[in-house]
């Protein structure tokens, strides 16, 4: 009687202390049901209506996906995201690699490094514009009026370069944060032994150290990927009068157009196609666990 009497204190307690937990995580399932959830819900059945009239009509989902203009921009907002992800991704790897083998100056410089993740995006759009305006930027001005080493300005602002500048420098951080922690990891023991059987630092870092961060690579790829694809101020300071990614088309139609549902539309395709990369990087990073 007593063991039995003990199960079911210990059951007690077991059944208890599951419910304190799911007490403790209510706030932040009701914040994401009422900050999250519920408005993409309203946003999803929005879509489906007709502006004039409200009654339920695919003619918004017609128009986007028969109009080539928008696939045209999901084709140049792709690109983007690959091209982004490639930059951020070669900035950051050697960035990652010092900071988890120098554990002094990655106290001191992560802080530094982090910066741009704890900045608005609007910030970082002027930053740019203050570094590479045509002739009031400090790079140009730098280049042409005091060293007289070019006599035209760089004119890459309000373009892909300046765009593609931009979005690296916002990304970058999001991989060197992660790739720092997976690097860390790392015992430096391998390296050792590489170095010991007679390979050179180069081919070291690149038999060794990459093939362990993997993982972290396809994570911090598709983190930075679905990021990009998504991203709206920056190519919206950016762009100038080229409309390069869909998050423009999708915000004009929303608050100069007026054309409400058709951009709630177009925003449930872009999250499709979002999410289906991300998931796309989960079952290979998946694949490759198993592997």
């Given at each position: 009687?007593?063991?039995?009497?003990?199960?079911a204190?210990?059951?007690?307690?077991?059944?208890?202390?599951?419910?304190?937990?799911?007490?403790?995580?209510?706030?932040?399932?009701?914040?994401?049901?009422?900050?999250?959830?519920?408005?993409?819900?309203?946003?999803?059945?929005?879509?489906?209506?007709?502006?004039?009239?409200?009654?339920?009509?695919?003619?918004?989902?017609?128009?986007?996906?028969?109009?080539?203009?928008?696939?045209?921009?999901?084709?140049?907002t792709?690109?983007?995201?690959?091209?982004?992800?490639?930059?951020?991704?070669?900035?950051?790897?050697?960035?990652?690699?010092?900071?988890?083998?120098?554990?002094?100056?990655?106290?001191?410089?992560m802080?530094?490094?982090m910066?741009?993740?704890?900045?608005?995006?609007?910030?970082?759009?002027?930053?740019?514009?203050?570094?590479?305006?045509?002739?009031?930027?400090?790079?140009?001005?730098?280049?042409?009026?005091?060293?007289?080493?070019?006599?035209?300005?760089?004119?890459?602002?309000?373009?892909?370069?300046?765009?593609?500048?931009?979005?690296?420098?916002?990304?970058?951080?999001?991989?060197?944060?992660?790739?720092?922690?997976?690097?860390?990891?790392i015992?430096?023991?391998l390296?050792?032994?590489?170095?010991?059987?007679?390979?050179?630092?180069?081919?070291?870092?690149?038999?060794?150290?990459?093939?362990?961060?993997?993982?972290?690579?396809?994570?911090?790829?598709?983190?930075i990927?679905?990021?990009?694809?998504?991203?709206?101020?920056?190519?919206?300071?950016?762009?100038?009068?080229?409309?390069?990614?869909?998050?423009?088309?999708?915000?004009?139609?929303?608050?100069?157009?007026?054309?409400?549902?058709?951009?709630?539309a177009q925003?449930?395709?872009?999250?499709?196609?979002?999410?289906?990369?991300?998931?796309?990087?989960?079952?290979?990073?998946?694949?490759?666990?198993?592997?």
């Amino acid at each position: 009687m007593g063991t039995q009497s003990q199960v079911a204190l210990d059951n007690r307690g077991a059944v208890a202390e599951k419910r304190f937990y799911a007490a403790l995580t209510l706030p932040a399932v009701v914040t994401t049901l009422l900050v999250g959830i519920l408005p993409l819900a309203l946003l999803v059945i929005d879509s489906f209506k007709d502006m004039r009239t409200g009654a339920f009509t695919l003619g918004n989902y017609a128009d986007t996906l028969l109009n080539p203009h928008f696939w045209r921009l999901i084709r140049s907002t792709f690109l983007i995201g690959v091209a982004t992800t490639v930059i951020s991704i070669a900035l950051a790897f050697p960035v990652a690699y010092f900071l988890a083998r120098n554990p002094r100056a990655r106290g001191l410089l992560m802080s530094v490094v982090m910066v741009p993740r704890m900045l608005p995006f609007i910030v970082v759009g002027y930053a740019m514009i203050l570094i590479l305006a045509p002739y009031t930027g400090l790079l140009n001005v730098l280049l042409v009026q005091q060293l007289g080493v070019l006599s035209t300005p760089i004119n890459i602002l309000f373009d892909l370069p300046g765009l593609l500048i931009a979005l690296a420098y916002s990304r970058t951080v999001i991989a060197i944060g992660m790739l720092t922690a997976i690097i860390e990891k790392i015992p430096v023991s391998l390296e050792e032994a590489s170095l010991t059987l007679g390979c050179n630092r180069f081919w070291t870092f690149i038999k060794v150290i990459v093939p362990q961060t993997v993982q972290g690579l396809i994570g911090a790829s598709a983190l930075i990927f679905a990021g990009t694809i998504t991203a709206y101020v920056i190519p919206m300071v950016l762009a100038g009068r080229r409309m390069l990614m869909v998050s423009v088309l999708i915000g004009s139609n929303l608050l100069s157009l007026g054309r409400w549902n058709l951009a709630f539309a177009q925003a449930v395709v872009v999250t499709i196609l979002a999410l289906t990369c991300t998931f796309a990087s989960q079952y290979f990073l998946s694949r490759y666990q198993k592997s």
